[in-house]
């Protein structure tokens, strides 16, 4: 519309200053009269004429240009606003379920620092109790390069195993025992009794020492060398138990004898180190026992002990079963008896009841009546209609019935 107004305008100007230049020139143009003197017309100034248009065409076009400017701006304020709210809206939409994944993250957040410095503590204690065990398996490891120690240790998990068992309560081993005369260098660690009189002899003073050089080393070469020379000192130790024949001691004994190692990955890794490790040895009567396989064994023992405790005992406890039986049918006798004494003692006071209701009492009532006697009424009796329960137990003598 601004623009329409604008060329208009435009036009306009170009009209007048076109009707002006043509007047102009019809005046140049005109005759003059010869008989008379004629009066001068004033000029037009067309300049001047062209500016004042220009200058009011330039004015009313600022005007409009203003006036369009304010309106587009105003126009675009309100565009601009309106787009801004949509966007903010979109936005806030888009964001939204971040904002709540976001607030979700922050409770997770706080709950894990909680979580943490609850357990913190925690931690700091096992901190303490793991550099305290890693020290006392330093300590460990290092007693036990010593062979002394070595045989200590595997004499007191023997012990152990035993306790655990329950075997040393009834004194069925006996620790460092030594063989017959002239047999000073046959000391098995602990001699297992059997219920039969036979012996199981025990063996602890297993080979260690290459199975902790191979702790200690570092690469993996010298860890597969120290773990063929532990598996060849076991089957070096088995094959001096075997050769010592504990068995040709003891009479009854079963032939073999156990080999006891003080820990599971002793055994493992030796025989994975030499699979046929278990084979000879169990072909050379040599029992090669971890503590679990022990323990199993003496369980094994224990419940013989108990059956052979059970069948020594059996006649004692037959004339236990039987004195008791006696006993009891002694006592349910005196109760029998009882149940007769109570039924006569019933008898005999419903009987006396039945004299005082019947004869004494009417008479005393008559007292009352002739008002000799002052005083409360005398009251009733009542019988007793409860019986005693009979026993009927088979276990009484029939002699009684009679």
């Given amino acids: ?59 009313e076009m600022r ?46 957040v706080n709950s894990l620092q909680t979580t943490y410095s609850q357990e913190q503590g925690t931690i700091s204690q096992l901190a303490t109790q793991i550099t305290t065990l890693q020290s006392t398996t330093t300590t460990l490891t290092n007693s036990l390069k010593s062979p002394t120690a070595r045989g200590s240790w595997g004499e007191n998990q023997l012990r152990n195993v035993i306790q655990l068992a329950g075997m040393e309560s009834y004194c069925d081993y006996t620790e460092q025992f030594t063989g017959g005369e002239g047999e000073s260098d046959q000391r098995p660690d602990v001699v297992v ?18 199975y902790l050089r191979m702790q200690d080393a570092t690469d993996v070469a010298t860890k597969e060398i120290e773990l ?11 094959k001096k138990l075997s050769d010592k024949k504990y068995w040709n001691q003891f009479p009854q004994s ?3 004898v156990v080999m006891f190692i003080p820990g599971e990955g002793f055994v493992s890794d030796a025989m994975r180190s030499d699979p046929s490790l278990l084979d000879d040895a169990m072909k050379n009567r040599v029992l090669v026992a971890s503590p679990v396989n022990l323990l199993a064994l003496l369980f094994a023992v224990a419940k013989g002990w108990q059956a052979h405790s059970i069948a020594e005992h ?3 406890v037959a ?27 019933t008898k005999a006071y419903n009987e006396m009841v039945g004299s005082l209701e019947g004869r004494v009492l009417p008479t005393l009532r008559k007292f009352r009546d002739l008002k000799v006697v002052q005083g409360d009424e005398i009251g009733t009796l009542k019988s007793i209609d409860v019986q005693t329960r009979s026993l009927a137990a088979p276990e009484i003598l029939p002699e009684l019935d009679s």
Avoid: C, W
Avoid at 98 to 104: A, C, M, P, Y
Avoid at 228 to 238: S, Y
Avoid at 322 to 342: A, P, W
């Fill in 1 to 59: 519309m601004e623009i329409i107004l604008i060329v208009a305008l435009i036009a306009v100007l170009i009209a007048v200053v076109y009707g002006v230049i043509s007047i102009q020139r019809t005046i140049q143009a005109r005759p003059a009269d010869t008989g008379a003197i004629a009066n001068p017309t004033p000029a037009i100034d067309v300049a001047a004429l062209v500016a004042s248009v220009r200058s009011a065409v330039e004015a």
């Fill in 228 to 238: 063929k020379n532990h598996a060849h000192l076991m089957r070096g130790h088995m």
């Fill in 63 to 108: 005007k409009t240009a203003q006036e369009t400017l304010q309106a587009t701006s105003q126009q675009s304020a309100e565009f601009f606003a309106a787009q801004s709210a949509t966007l903010e809206g979109k936005t806030r939409s888009i964001l939204a379920p971040f904002e709540e994944q976001i607030k979700g993250l922050s409770t997770s």
């Fill in 193 to 210: 009794r059997l219920p039969n009189g036979a012996m199981i002899a025990i063996d602890s003073k297993a080979p260690l020492s290459a």
């Fill in 314 to 316: 059996a006649k004692e």
């Fill in 254 to 256: 079963p032939d073999f």
């Fill in 319 to 345: 004339a236990l079963g039987t004195e008791l039986y006696e006993r009891v049918g002694t006592q349910l006798t005196h109760v029998r008896k009882m149940e007769t004494n109570l039924s006569t003692a």
